[in-house]
């Protein structure tokens, strides 16, 4: 959602703070859900990758080579 946003947004011309405020709630208003889904999913999986005790590159790793659902496998965690 982030870089969505951010893409939407830098194309948008701005003036003011105000006008550039107002684009911003535009943009997050018409951020697609499916979008918002795909962001959450990938902060769960950082999120459980953490609570295992993995952090920086080991976590993205481990992120990458998830298959479960919203957690760490257990494959993965062994694989490190």
């Not at 939407?8 to 208003?29: H, I, M, N, P």
């Not at 953490?50 to 998830?66: F, H, P, S």
Request: charged share 30%; proline share 2%; hydrophobic share 40%.
């Amino acid at each position: 959602m982030p870089s969505w946003f951010k893409y939407c947004y830098r194309d948008e011309q701005k003036s003011t703070f105000a006008a550039a405020k107002k684009v911003a709630f535009e943009w997050l208003d018409a951020c697609p859900t499916d979008v918002i889904r795909r962001f959450i999913n990938c902060a769960w999986g950082f999120m459980s990758t953490y609570r295992c005790g993995l952090t920086g590159r080991a976590a993205e790793w481990a992120v990458k080579k998830q298959r479960g659902h919203r957690a760490v496998s257990e494959r993965a965690m062994r694989q490190l």
